[in-house]
């Protein structure tokens, strides 16, 4: 069992930056895809990034190409979520979720395709 555990998220102004991560519980996490989901109120949950085992493949959501960074450090079992020049609509319960991918360099994009989940971490963001 994988257990996940989101960080940093909190209040930020529009424009501005903030970085979460999730601390993977797995000494294999090498070995797992990983992904980044986000909900805001009243909406489902919805796809963000996401990030081949190896770190070699990623793949974003359209509307936060060019603003958002995934990485990950398997040394330090984690993932990372870098958000720069937020928006409003960015606001949203962010979630990460693992898979065990066979193929290092696969990626994955939708929520039924993961099989661990972190609790989530709150990103508001500010007018």
């Known amino acids: 069992q994988v257990q996940l555990v989101e960080s940093g998220g909190g209040l930020v102004q529009a424009g501005g930056s903030l970085r979460v991560s999730c601390a993977a519980s797995?000494?294999?996490?090498?070995?797992?895809?990983m992904g980044w989901f986000r909900q805001a109120p009243g909406k489902e949950r919805e796809f963000v990034a996401a990030i081949s085992s190896s770190g070699g493949r990623i793949y974003y959501k359209d509307s936060v190409k060019g603003r958002f960074t995934i990485s990950r450090d398997n040394a330090e079992n984690t993932v990372y979520l870098q958000m720069n020049s937020l928006k409003l609509e960015d606001t949203a319960v962010y979630y990460c979720?693992?898979?065990?991918?066979?193929?290092?360099?696969?990626?994955?994009?939708?929520?039924?395709?993961?099989?661990?989940w972190g609790q989530g971490t709150q990103v508001t963001v500010s007018s």
């Open positions: 979720a693992a898979r065990r991918s066979a193929n290092s360099g696969s990626y994955y994009y939708t929520d039924v395709q993961y099989d661990y």
């Open positions: 797995e000494r294999t996490f090498s070995n797992y895809a």
